[in-house]
């Protein structure tokens, strides 16, 4: 079969490009990409591992030569499941952090003690890495949600911070209330 082939390099002002007509490399001429191979490498060793079975013929080997099988690493323990007030505990994170950005364009003096109300959540609740990431994504949500909207401290946002003072002294009484010992 015959393929017409453009011919590389650069085209003169005014002139047609040419193609020519060249036949198609027979198959043991072809070259691979380097990359295609580790590619392909790759896809067939991910292959192998995943057959059953092949395993366990490397550990029956390794006992008929009398040498112990490598152990399997042990699996992570397990995060325990968040608290059942971890839905409240989320919303205050947010609200501690609508604080720390209003307090602070309104130029109140307490802005700062938003974020360390933060960290004091974060060192008496001691949660799970996974867990402790998504309470600080919340009060950092909860600081970019403002910051994104307000440049000056407008009465709107003397409302918001006003409304998140009410619900944040809600929510920890209830969190307190209900669950605190």
């Known amino acids: 079969m015959w393929t017409r ?4 390099g650069p085209i003169a002002a005014g002139k ?3 193609t020519a007509i060249t036949r198609p490399r027979p198959i043991g001429e072809r070259t691979l990409d380097a990359g295609l191979v580790r590619a392909r490498a790759l896809a067939l060793l991910l292959a192998l591992a995943l057959v059953p079975g092949l395993p366990g013929i490397a550990a029956r080997a390794a006992q008929k030569s009398g040498t112990p099988a490598p152990a399997a690493p042990a699996a992570p323990a ?3 499941p968040p608290p059942v007030y971890d839905a409240s ?6 609200i501690l952090g609508a604080l720390h950005f209003l307090r602070g364009l309104c130029g109140e003096d307490d802005a700062a ?3 360390e109300e933060m960290q004091a959540l974060l060192d008496a609740e001691k949660p799970a890495p996974t867990r402790r990431a998504q309470l600080v994504a919340r009060f950092n949500y909860g600081y970019a949600t403002y910051d994104s909207v307000y440049r000056t401290c407008t009465p709107n946002a003397r409302r918001a911070i006003a409304l998140y003072l009410q619900e944040g002294r809600r929510l ?4 307190r209330r209900r669950f605190g010992q």
Do not use: F, G, V
């Open 16 to 18: 047609k490009s040419s």
């Open 5 to 8: 082939k453009a011919k590389s």
């Open 78 to 80: 397990p995060e325990p």
């Open 113 to 115: 003690l938003w974020q």
């Open 89 to 94: 505990l989320q919303r205050l994170a947010e």
């Open 172 to 175: 920890s009484a209830d969190i």
